[in-house]
């Protein structure tokens, strides 16, 4: 019942060889992807939109900016530029 036979080992080998080349196609479609948003990076975006839905998600997420709490007011303000909320105890300026 558990004896190898060369059908045993040949299937074994074939679905090794099918999850092993699986795992190469996937990795060559995420390279040629990468390679599209660097280029669409490079030179500004100026191609009219993103090519894809996933790579217009994406490009959000370069936009988004840090933020940090108000020490005096608990809101959150951007960690770069951010100003006074108004209060006197306000530690950003203007």
């Given amino acids: 019942m558990f004896g190898f036979s060369i059908q045993k080992l040949l ?3 074939a679905v090794i060889m099918a999850v092993w080349y699986g795992f190469k196609w996937v990795g060559r479609i995420k390279d040629q992807r990468d390679k599209e948003r660097a280029r669409l990076k490079r030179e500004g975006k100026k191609g009219g939109g993103a090519a894809s839905p996933r790579a217009a998600a994406t490009d959000d997420f370069d ?3 840090e933020m940090v709490e108000c020490a005096s007011c608990g ?4 960690a770069r530029g951010a100003r006074s909320c108004g209060r006197d105890d306000c530690p950003y300026p203007g």
């Fill in 11 to 13: 299937f074994t080998v």
């Fill in 63 to 65: 936009d988004a900016e």
């Fill in 75 to 78: 809101a959150f303000v951007q």
